[in-house]
């Protein structure tokens, strides 16, 4: 019997979609191994945040009100304090979650498994299987700790549906922070758009170093992203070259996505672009050089100039779409 | 400023689709030995934060440190031929390492060395955990700085202005040193470290797709003459404690079928609807 805690990821008072793929995990595991799980919920609004959160099947949800923007210092001790008494803790593999799990391991003397892609139950035994070396290698580890804690990553755990029932809401102790005065939130600067987000569209479309401006991402290719409905990513040579946000990197070291379809627009598919989406159902390559190596993976492929391609797609799916 | 940057050996991640699965064993025959690229960005950052561009001069010192065989000598003497001061390589099998027992190693060096700062990399390029930089943090009791693109100190150096990468934003934070930082791809971009000596319209030139600096012959030479440490976990006094066991590895599942080449746009939308139903 493994007992799990999830720690919920939270934005402006809500919970993020990336806490139901922890969640997801919570009830595989638990579901195999007879055992339950709680959802704490940490941060500004914890308390409005932890009402969405008591349908899907949790024995209690937890809350930690912390004031102010989320630091990994201020969260860790409470989180930690709190974990003492599951199995399993686990959170997402975002940023959040990548940033703040290992402070927490470390206080409880955990190994962590980051960025899993699969759990399996094997005996008495977790096993974890994680994409390595910007996934060209499936690794399957065990955490050999009393407490094991995991990320997961949001595109292999499709996220829980709220399964009715109505947890019972708690609140915490909320442990002082670490390193007061060391470190300080200044703020964090949101970059809002109307779009789909990138970990939970089913389309994405994403452009390249090839779009040459931030002018033709935004008169070239959003249109296509928005006549599919699509959210829009980058590589990262587009955002390095300043056309598009951070947040919009997809790949290695940017945001993983499994969409039902990935449009590639002048992406050559270097293999840490491959490692963000090679996982999705269907992928288009919209490239002028057949060469290039987002061929290996593609399923269609259209040789073209993307400045011809991209505004006559964008009028046909709009056809194809009227015509429904 | 004295930096203290840890440096991982990797098989040469821009040809990780080579790599292979060998009985329970991940096998990288020949593939090269390069410097986690990720760590490139942190020695390449550390010496901006040392240096004195515009007169190239160095202002602070920079002692890099690799866990490994006596091979990696190899990467520490490329750090140095960048610029490093120092090197120390603590003797380590590469397979009996994981981020747990890395953070405790790195932890013991920090004690020895006293830096102002850790930079490292975010993740290493072959196992991909993204753990070792917190973990030492905690360690160490000092704040952690995951995904950072933008570092400014004040003129004392102590305190650090520094922006970082999150997937809903760009957070920023002050911050007391000593700390452990992490850096983003952005890190290398123009403007983003400025650390009171380089005058602030200095412009770095784009690396393009290196991911740091060339080092020339001569500094090839002089690298070779830098002191470098080789130090045992004995003489660290630390028995680090591994807790995570590799079960297994595999190969991911290739895609199935080839790509098809087209070449109109109203075939492609058309195969789209009604061969793969995804419109
Ligand atoms: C440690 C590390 C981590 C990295 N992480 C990431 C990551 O997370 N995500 C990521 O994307 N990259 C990452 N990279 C960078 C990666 O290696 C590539 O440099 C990058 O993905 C290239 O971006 P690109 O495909 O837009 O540009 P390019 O490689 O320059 O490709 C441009 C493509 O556009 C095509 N093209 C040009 N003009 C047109 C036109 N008019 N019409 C149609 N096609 C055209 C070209 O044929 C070419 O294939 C990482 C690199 C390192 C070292
Ligand atoms: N063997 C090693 N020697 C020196 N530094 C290391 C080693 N392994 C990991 N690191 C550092 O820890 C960072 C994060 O590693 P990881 O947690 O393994 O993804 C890397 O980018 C390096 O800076």
């Known amino acids: ?324 | 400023m004295k930096v203290l940057v840890p440096i991982k050996r990797v098989a040469d991640p821009a040809n990780a689709n080579k790599v292979k699965v060998a009985g329970s064993e991940v096998s990288h025959d020949g593939l090269e030995w390069v410097m986690n690229p990720f760590d490139e960005w942190s020695l390449e950052a550390a010496l901006r934060l040392t240096e004195d561009a515009s007169a190239k001069t160095r202002t602070g010192e920079i002692v890099v440190v690799s866990i490994g065989p006596k091979a990696a000598v190899d990467t520490l003497r490329e750090a140095m031929g960048k610029g490093a001061e120092r090197g120390v390589l603590v003797d380590g099998e590469d397979t009996a390492l994981d981020s747990n027992v890395v953070a405790q190693i790195l932890a013991k060096v920090v004690e020895k060395e006293q830096p102002d700062l850790v930079l490292m990399g975010k993740q290493s390029a072959d196992g991909d955990s993204n753990i070792a930089g917190t973990k030492l943090a905690e360690l160490l009791g000092w704040p952690v700085i995951n995904y950072a693109s933008h570092i400014e100190t004040s003129d004392d150096g102590k305190t650090l202005t520094i922006k970082r990468e999150l997937d809903v934003g760009v957070q920023t934070l002050k911050v007391q040193g000593p700390a452990v930082i992490t850096c983003s791809d952005r890190i290398l971009k123009p403007g983003t470290i400025k650390n009171g000596v380089t005058p602030a319209d200095f412009e770095y030139p784009d690396l393009g797709d290196l991911n740091s600096r060339l080092s020339n012959l001569k500094n090839i030479m002089a690298a070779r003459k830098k002191p470098l440490d080789e130090l045992g976990l004995g003489d660290l006094g630390v028995e680090p404690v591994r807790v995570d066991e590799y079960v297994g590895f595999e190969l991911p599942a290739g895609r199935s079928g080839q790509a098809q080449f087209l070449e109109s746009v109203d075939e492609l939308v058309q195969k789209l609807q009604s061969e793969a139903k995804v419109l």
């Open chain 1, 1 to 324: 019997m493994t007992n799990v805690l999830v720690v919920a990821e939270l934005a402006q008072g809500k919970s993020r979609k990336t806490t139901l793929s922890a969640v997801a995990f919570a009830k595989t595991v638990t579901e195999a191994t007879g055992g339950s799980f709680d959802i704490l919920a940490i941060g500004a609004d914890a308390e409005s945040a932890a009402e969405e959160l008591t349908g899907f099947g949790a024995g209690k949800v937890l809350t930690a009100e912390i004031e102010g923007d989320y630091i990994c210092e201020s969260y860790a001790p409470t989180v930690a304090e709190v974990a003492k008494e599951y199995g399993v803790v686990v959170a997402c593999a975002s940023t959040f979650g990548k940033d703040l799990m290992p402070r927490v391991a470390t206080k409880i003397g955990a190994g962590v498994a980051s960025d899993i892609s699969k759990v399996s139950v094997e005996g008495d035994e977790l096993h974890y299987t994680r994409p390595m070396y910007a996934g060209n290698v499936f690794g399957t580890m065990k955490v050999t700790t009393d407490i094991q804690v995991v990320t997961v990553r949001q595109s292999e755990f499709e996220p829980a549906a709220p399964s009715g029932g109505s947890s019972s809401v708690e609140s915490v102790d909320v442990v002082d922070a670490d390193c007061e005065g060391k470190i300080e939130s200044l703020g964090i600067e949101v970059v809002e758009s109307e779009r789909p987000d990138l970990g939970e569209a089913d389309v994405v479309v994403s452009g390249g170093r090839s779009l040459k401006s931030a002018e033709n991402f935004e008169n070239v290719l959003e249109p296509l992203v928005d006549a599919l409905g699509a959210a829009m990513g980058a590589s990262r040579a587009a955002v390095d070259a300043g056309y598009v946000p951070n947040e919009l990197q997809v790949g290695q070291t940017g945001k993983v996505v499994a969409p039902k379809l990935y449009v590639a627009v002048g992406i050559s598919g270097a293999i840490q672009h491959l490692a963000g989406m090679k996982g999705s159902k269907v992928i288009v390559a919209i490239n002028k050089d057949k060469e290039a190596p987002i061929a290996q993976v593609a399923d269609y492929f259209l040789v073209a100039d993307l400045f011809d391609a991209v505004p006559a797609m964008t009028e046909a799916v709009k056809k194809a779409k009227a015509a429904g």
